[in-house]
């Protein structure tokens, strides 16, 4: 069979090759990184567990180092329930009792060999083909009672003490994924039931892991007008449980933001929460741009800083679409080295978004700015507004009355901002004396006060 290297590749095949394409830095950036991924036993029962043994698999086979925490309480109600036996709950944990701890047993050892079994799966034409998973558990926790809350005897339920790292540690640098039950063992040989989410979080931060993956019941953290909040710093986080600005948080959300902000504090980068029911989750969280869920970090990923000779590359990245559309004059790369100390950029998780450049004409106490870009992805994000604050600060810092910009295509927004449509006469004049009359930009000038 002969094929034509010259055929055009299927809109399907292109969409791939791009994905492919775009996924590169982070499966980079990803290898040899420590991820604990947490999940209730709610993936288990509803079948979910396969799919996501497939991708546990592929993050192994890039170079992740992946710690699962898995509860079972589904499979411990399922269990009670069998057994005719009430179950209470505080605060959204149980209360084991002596029953209730001995289906805790129960439903550990089978769900613990319910995921060793997927994750040992290698049939041939699956995605676990070739796969060859070593998975390692042990008492890595080590747990104390919970005690008596609010008059109530949690009884056999306790929280994390201590996580033995330097054992996980050893189990990862042999290959192996680690399963955490949410089970732990105190110094006398007591055994207790605990949340999860305890384990996950106090595992992440004791192995200082890199991510920390929530799989839970909704998207994530719902936004104040509805949709998803892809991003929640720290301190809006915590203001988000003290029930500030009126917003309502979903359960789920409230159970798990807790340890997810306790494990920003503990130095964890990056801590997601993303839906259980979505198929591939942690793979379009983990290998997209804007993800799936909610990403909480200790701070804001966007931050705007001066331009450095390293962005030069990603500059003319960004501005090549708006230079080929004739949105913005061109610019070489020589000229932009030479330049590039006039450049703001603001920078999202290592990508650069957004730029903008200030060139000061000092005799008439005017500054221009020029080469204002953002990302197609990024431009609801308010960061062309964050651009002009920037520039009009960096302005009046240096003495400028007025700043003006140059326009073929963005005249409305700039007016939307403040600026006034002036003519040629209003440019400082050795502007006025490079004015191109074909290209016929429109003149825009703010006073700055």
């Known amino acids: 069979m002969c094929l034509d290297a010259s055929a055009p590749t299927s809109p399907a095949n292109a969409t791939f090759v791009d994905w492919f394409r775009s996924a590169a830095p982070y499966i980079h950036a990803f290898r040899g990184r420590t991820f604990v991924i947490a999940c209730g036993g709610e993936v288990v029962a509803d079948g979910r567990f396969a799919a996501l043994s497939h991708d546990l698999n592929l993050l192994a086979a890039l170079g992740v180092r992946i710690v699962l925490a898995f509860g079972t309480r589904p499979q411990i109600d399922a269990l009670l329930t069998e057994r005719k036996h009430r179950t209470r709950y ?3 944990v149980r209360v084991t009792d002596a029953v209730a701890l001995k289906c805790v047993k129960e439903a550990v050892g089978a769900l613990r060999a319910d995921i060793e079994s997927s994750l040992s799966t290698g049939l041939p034409n699956s995605p676990m083909a070739g796969a060859d998973i070593r998975v390692s558990c042990g008492n890595f926790v080590t747990a104390k009672p919970l005690g008596v809350i609010d008059g109530v005897d949690m009884l056999h339920s306790g929280e994390v003490r201590k996580i033995d790292a330097a054992a996980i540690r050893a189990a990862l640098d042999a290959g192996a994924i680690v ?5 732990g063992y105190s110094p006398t040989g007591e055994m207790f039931n605990i949340t999860v989410e305890n384990v996950a979080a106090r595992a992440a931060i004791a192995l200082k892991a890199d991510k ?14 509805g949709g998803l909040l892809r991003e929640l710093p720290l301190a809006e986080g915590e203001r988000l449980l003290r029930g500030g600005r009126g917003r309502k948080v979903a359960e789920d959300i409230r159970l798990f933001l807790p340890h997810a ?9 990056r801590v997601h929460l993303v839906s259980r029911h979505l198929d591939g989750a942690l793979l379009l969280e983990l290998f ?6 909610t990403m909480v970090a200790r701070h804001s990923l966007a931050h705007l800083r ?9 500059v003319l990245a960004l501005i090549a679409p708006l230079e080929a559309d004739g949105s913005l004059v061109k610019r070489g790369r020589e000229l932009l080295e030479m330049e590039i100390d006039r450049f703001s950029v603001i920078e999202h998780d290592g990508l650069i978004v957004g730029c903008a450049a200030l060139y000061p004409y000092p005799r008439a106490k005017a500054g221009e700015l020029a080469c204002l870009a953002v990302h ?3 431009r609801d994000a308010g960061h062309g507004a964050s651009l002009l604050e920037a520039i009009e600060t960096k302005a009046r810092t240096a003495k400028m009355e007025r700043l003006f910009v140059l326009t073929t295509r963005t005249a409305h927004w700039f007016i939307e901002h403040g600026f006034s449509e002036a003519g040629v006469q209003a440019l400082p004049a050795a502007k006025q004396a490079m004015y191109n009359w074909q290209r016929r930009s429109k003149i825009l000038v703010k006073t700055l006060h």
Not at 261 to 268: D, K, M, T
């Open 376 to 378: 197609a992805d990024y």
């Open 306 to 314: 001066a331009a450095t000779i390293e962005d030069v590359g990603a």
């Open 261 to 269: 902000l306790a494990a920003c504090r503990g130095g964890v980068g």
């Open 179 to 183: 399963l955490l039950p949410a089970l």
């Open 90 to 92: 505080h605060n959204g």
């Open 212 to 225: 920390l993956l929530f799989l839970v019941d909704t998207l994530g953290v719902e936004a104040m007008r």
């Open 288 to 293: 997209t741009r804007d993800g799936v869920g």
